[in-house]
């Protein structure tokens, strides 16, 4: 996690405390409420993939993906290598601000939800404040990863100029596809069955 994302992060922490400390001195006997977790973190990371996982493979000649790393949400560390090592991976390159991206969003999260066994998706977003990218991710029901890109190191390793932008990686790390400029849901499904789902 970066300096700069970790300092605003505890103070949204110190924020919300504060509100839930007032809220509980203030009377009415309940217990107060506690602190939703925070969205993108490591709860939303997948667990080992199905035994019975069947995928297409890439074809040969491919380059490799960018294996880098970055921290969640939270400030758990991933390595996108991990992921793609048991499961084709759909990085979704967007910001809160972006338009485009929120319109798209909640049909992506959809998406994700429909194939979580199956296939990885992983948020990555730069620039953007900590409890507006919370809001985004509750609102649009995103229940993926999401990588916290302060500097944009993985944005520029995977050439993005600007959000949105998705890319598909098959397992094992060959990069397959991207869309500068983002993808609407049903495109990026049909792509999926063509090049990653078996069966």
């Known amino acids: 996690m970066t300096r700069t994302y970790a300092a605003r992060l505890a103070a949204v922490v110190l924020a919300l405390s504060v509100t839930l400390s007032s809220a509980?001195?203030?009377?009415?006997?309940?217990?107060?409420?506690?602190?939703?977790p925070v969205?993108?973190?490591?709860?939303?990371?997948?667990?080992?993939?199905?035994?019975?996982?069947?995928?297409?493979?890439?074809?040969?000649?491919?380059?490799g993906a960018p294996a880098v790393t970055g921290a969640l949400t939270d400030g758990?560390?991933?390595?996108?290598?991990?992921?793609?090592?048991?499961?084709?991976?759909?990085l979704t390159f967007f910001s809160s601000w972006c338009t485009l991206c929120a319109q798209r969003q909640d049909a992506l999260?959809?998406?994700?939800?429909?194939?979580?066994?199956?296939?990885?998706f992983v948020g990555v977003?730069?620039?953007?404040e900590p409890q507006?990218?919370?809001?985004?991710?509750?609102?649009?029901?995103v229940e993926y990863p999401v990588v916290v890109d302060d500097d944009g190191t993985i944005g520029r390793s995977y050439a993005v100029?600007?959000?949105p932008t998705v890319v598909l990686i098959a397992k094992g790390g060959a990069l397959l596809r991207g869309w500068p400029g983002?993808?609407?849901?049903?495109?990026?499904?049909?792509?999926?069955?063509?090049?990653v789902l078996a069966g």
């Open 76 to 90: 758990s560390g991933v390595a996108f290598a991990d992921l793609w090592a048991e499961r084709p991976v759909v």
């Open 132 to 141: 507006n990218l919370q809001q985004y991710l509750r609102e649009h029901r």
């Open 125 to 128: 977003v730069t620039e953007d």
């Open 24 to 36: 509980a001195c203030s009377g009415g006997g309940d217990t107060p409420a506690r602190p939703e």
């Open 39 to 63: 969205a993108g973190g490591a709860a939303a990371l997948p667990g080992p993939a199905p035994a019975d996982l069947a995928v297409r493979p890439a074809p040969s000649g491919l380059p």
């Open 182 to 195: 983002g993808v609407d849901a049903a495109a990026l499904d049909s792509k999926l069955r063509e090049l």
């Open 161 to 163: 100029r600007e959000p």
């Open 109 to 120: 999260s959809e998406l994700a939800r429909t194939h979580r066994d199956t296939v990885v």
